[in-house]
Structure formats: structure tokens, C-alpha cells
T-cell receptor
């Protein structure tokens, strides 16, 4: 049972445009959400996080939105750059317990 | 700090053999995680240590898998006997707190069991 779902395996966006990566979850007890980015042959690196008491968190070009009623979060990258091309993982946890990851979305930013 | 160090980077072994993966976490971090990445299931948590003590091993697939953390600077993940379905990339990660804090991942070990 996949508690965290990333239904789009891949996304292609032109440089300078907005990239929107989506994530859905089924467990309403999750109270903290994180995004990790992964380049080939490297381990994932932390990107941005959000607590369930917020609905938005911004860090430079990256913004995460949380819609608790829909059990949905999204990562916006504006403007997208070729260096953003990577696999993005959404993850969720309850009370700092084990982190549940989605299966990832591969983002390709082309010139 | 050199970050989380995993060895080996690549391992090819025959079915039935014992495989040991190694991890050196970042100095001072008190939490250590072992993950497995596959195409079908993404990143799955296998086991989580806090202050060298296993906290959650519910993700360990079966008795063929075992993990130890004898001290704060070293952990191992052992598969005995290995099977082709164990082929995956195994990541070790460490952090200063629980899953809400930023975890730092190693480069992973790509395991192929033939």
C-alpha cells in the first residue's frame, strides 16, 4: 500500500518556465513533509520541507504548497534551470517517525 | 566532513552468497537510516538506528537481512543468503535528529545478485 504517491513518473519543462511536481498521500496522520532531489549516481539531497500547520513554504526558487483537505502537496520551481534536471522524491512522516517516500518524478529541463 | 561514506560502491555477487554493505555516518549525527531503492517501490526504509540502537526494523524484508551499529561511526547491512530480487541500490543516511530533520545520504551501493 503506497501511502505517498507521485503519479507522474516524468516531467519535461522548458528552461525559465515553472515546474510543478505533485504528490498525494493517504495517511491523514502525516504531519511533516519533505522533498529530496537526486542526481544520477548520487544519494538524495534535502531540498525543502513543510509542517502540516503551514500551507506554504518558500526557499528561493522553490516553493512547497500543502493542501491538507485534499491530502496533496506540490513543489513549484520558478524559474526552472537545466541544473534542476533530477529525480524529485516527496516524503512524509508522522511525529518524526519513519520517512515514507514516493516513487519519484524525473524532471527534465530543456533549453 | 566527507559526508556519509558507503562501501563498496558496486557489488556483484552470486545467488546464495553473503553480502555486507558498510556505512560511516557523519560525525556527531545520532540517527542512521538504511534505505533500498528500486524502480517499482522507490525508496524504502529498511531500518533506523538512534544513538546506535535499532528503533524501527519493520522494513527489513525478511530474516536474510540484518543490520548492526556497533558504534556511532559504523554500521553494516548484511544479506545472507543473497537472492536476485535483492538487486537494488542501497543507501545509508544520517541526521542530527528524527525524520523531520535533514538527512544526509551516502552515494549508495549498487548491488547485483546473479
Amino acid at each position: 500500500d503506497q501511502q505517498v504517491k507521485q503519479n507522474s513518473p516524468s516531467l519535461s519543462v522548458q528552461e525559465g518556465r515553472i515546474s510543478i511536481l505533485n504528490c498525494d498521500y493517504t495517511n491523514s496522520m502525516f504531519d511533516y513533509f519533505l522533498w529530496y532531489k537526486k542526481y544520477p549516481a548520487e544519494g538524495p539531497t534535502f531540498l525543502i520541507s513543510i509542517s502540516s500547520i503551514k500551507d506554504k513554504n518558500e526557499d528561493g526558487r522553490f516553493t512547497v504548497f500543502l493542501n491538507k483537505s485534499a491530502k496533496h502537496l506540490s513543489l513549484h520551481i520558478v524559474p526552472s534551470q537545466p541544473g534542476d534536471s533530477a529525480v524529485y522524491f516527496c516524503a512524509a512522516t508522522r511525529g518524526g517517525d519513519k520517512l515514507i517516500f514516493g516513487t519519484g518524478t524525473r524532471l527534465q529541463v530543456f533549453p | 566532513d566527507a559526508g556519509v561514506i558507503q562501501s563498496p560502491r558496486h557489488e556483484v555477487t552470486e545467488m546464495g552468497q553473503e553480502v555486507t554493505l558498510r556505512c560511516k555516518p557523519i560525525s556527531g549525527h545520532n540517527s542512521l537510516f538504511w534505505y533500498r531503492q528500486t524502480m517499482m517501490r522507490g525508496l524504502e526504509l529498511l531500518i533506523y538506528f538512534n544513538n546506535n540502537v535499532p528503533i524501527d526494523d519493520s522494513g527489513m524484508p525478511e530474516d536474510r537481512f540484518s543490520a548492526k551499529m556497533p558504534n556511532a561511526s559504523f554500521s553494516t547491512l548484511k544479506i545472507q543468503p543473497s537472492e536476485p530480487r535483492d538487486s537494488a541500490v542501497y543507501f545509508c543516511a544520517s541526521s542530527l535528529g528524527d525524520s523531520r530533520t535533514e538527512a544526509f545520504f551516502g552515494q549508495g551501493t549498487r548491488l547485483t545478485v546473479v
